[in-house]
């Protein structure tokens, strides 16, 4: 569905163009210039999912992180892991793909794969 641009719009997207990992709804406030209330923000975020622009990733601490979908083929599936840093916080996709296996007659609609640890720059 073709929605109409707004300034809102254009500064979220505009900030996770600018991303490499992926963002939750406190980081997304803290790095924004100007003000938007926190439903906005998030029906910003969830129609860029619904267009597949972005996609969701519920997080091991209950967090939504939201990422641009950039390397991803196919939007509406992002059969891939995530990894997030226990120390930094950040939230990154990785490239590995996701081999599952269901039982004949079942159907995928969405897979949530989150490894946690401390990423390279929190070890130095």
């Known amino acids: 569905m073709k929605r109409r641009n707004t300034p809102t719009k254009q500064a979220v997207l505009d900030l996770f163009e600018s991303c490499s990992t992926a963002l939750n709804q406190e980081q ?3 790095q924004l210039h100007e003000k938007m209330d926190r439903a906005t923000i998030y029906r910003i975020l969830n129609n860029f999912c619904k267009d597949g622009m972005m996609h969701k990733i519920v997080a ?5 992180y939201f990422a641009m979908c950039k390397n991803c083929c196919d939007h509406l599936k992002h059969d891939h892991f995530h990894f997030r840093c226990t120390e930094c916080n950040q939230l990154i ?6 081999n599952i296996n269901l039982p004949e007659g079942f159907v995928l609609e969405t897979c ?6 401390i990423c390279k ?4």
């Open 112 to 117: 949530n794969c989150v490894i946690t640890g």
């Open 121 to 124: 720059t929190c070890q130095k």
């Open 93 to 98: 996709c990785l490239e590995e793909k996701i």
């Open 28 to 30: 997304i406030e803290c």
């Open 60 to 64: 091991d601490d209950g967090i939504n």
